[in-house]
């Protein structure tokens, strides 16, 4: 039995130090938004959806092997930040962000409005394969997604979780609702060729 207990502390203290010792391997990548919507922008490393910048911390921070990466940063109505990394292993690599507005006029054939409502509600949202925000922005009084009338795909993803996806046929001034709750399945979730506005 005592030697039982020693194996079991023995392995207790090993998983701790094993998990510095990764660290000292992966680079951190910190984004140091300036304003709230770059709090809100998503974020994609190598293609793959992570997340929005405000929860990209803490036990969800952005860890990543040494080498090159690409991170991309998407808001609609802003342009999409690109940046290549060259990452060390054991680096911090801070990256200040300020995104800049996209002066493309809102189109004013968007009159139908579409609500979605899932959980969780930080999980993106794109619509024919461009991202439009997270959910918690247009599941609120007084909240939507305006769309120009028509045939959409509507896909809900968040990595971690099997995406919802559907198709929805919109008429001029119609008001529709989408309600999913998301299935914990894959660990990544690819968010397609995208890119920033509707």
Same mark, same amino acid.
């Given at each position: 039995?005592?030697?039982?207990?020693?194996?079991?502390?023995?392995? $207790?203290?090993?998983?701790?130090?094993?998990?510095?010792?990764?660290?000292?391997?992966?680079?951190?990548?910190?984004?140091?938004?300036? $304003?709230?919507?770059? &709090?809100?922008?998503?974020?994609? %490393? =190598? #293609?793959?959806?992570? #997340?929005y910048v405000k929860e990209l911390k803490g036990?969800?921070?952005?860890?990543?092997?040494?080498?090159?990466?690409?991170?991309?940063?998407?808001?609609?109505?802003?342009?999409?930040?690109?940046?290549?990394?060259?990452?060390?292993?054991?680096?911090?690599? $801070?990256?200040?962000?300020?995104?800049?507005r996209n002066n493309v006029p809102a189109d *004013?054939?968007?009159?139908?409005?579409?609500?979605?409502?899932?959980?969780? =509600?930080?999980?993106?949202?794109?619509?024919?394969?461009?991202? %439009?925000?997270?959910?918690?922005?247009? *599941?609120?009084?007084?909240?939507?997604?305006?769309?120009?009338?028509?045939?959409?795909?509507? +896909? %809900?993803?968040?990595?971690?979780?099997?995406?919802?996806? $559907?198709?929805? *046929?919109?008429?001029? +001034?119609? &008001?529709?609702?989408i309600e999913t709750k998301l299935v914990k399945?894959?660990?990544?979730?690819?968010?397609?060729?995208?890119?920033? #506005?509707?």
């Open positions: 039995m005592f030697r039982y207990f020693v194996l079991l502390l023995a392995v $207790t203290w090993c998983i701790p130090i094993s998990l510095r010792a990764e660290n000292k391997i992966l680079a951190e990548v910190k984004i140091l938004p300036a $304003t709230g919507v770059e &709090k809100n922008a998503g974020v994609w %490393v =190598d #293609g793959q959806y992570l #997340g036990n969800k921070k952005i860890l990543l092997m040494p080498g090159k990466h690409e991170i991309t940063i998407r808001e609609p109505w802003y342009k999409d930040d690109v940046e290549e990394l060259l990452l060390e292993p054991g680096e911090v690599h $801070t990256l200040p962000l300020t995104l800049v *004013n054939r968007a009159t139908a409005e579409l609500k979605i409502e899932a959980t969780p =509600d930080r999980a993106a949202v794109f619509v024919d394969e461009q991202f %439009v925000g997270h959910v918690d922005e247009f *599941n609120g009084a007084g909240q939507g997604l305006l769309l120009i009338p028509g045939e959409h795909k509507i +896909r %809900v993803a968040l990595p971690g979780y099997e995406p919802f996806e $559907t198709v929805v *046929n919109l008429r001029d +001034r119609q &008001k529709m609702k399945g894959s660990i990544t979730e690819e968010g397609g060729s995208v890119g920033s #506005g509707h």
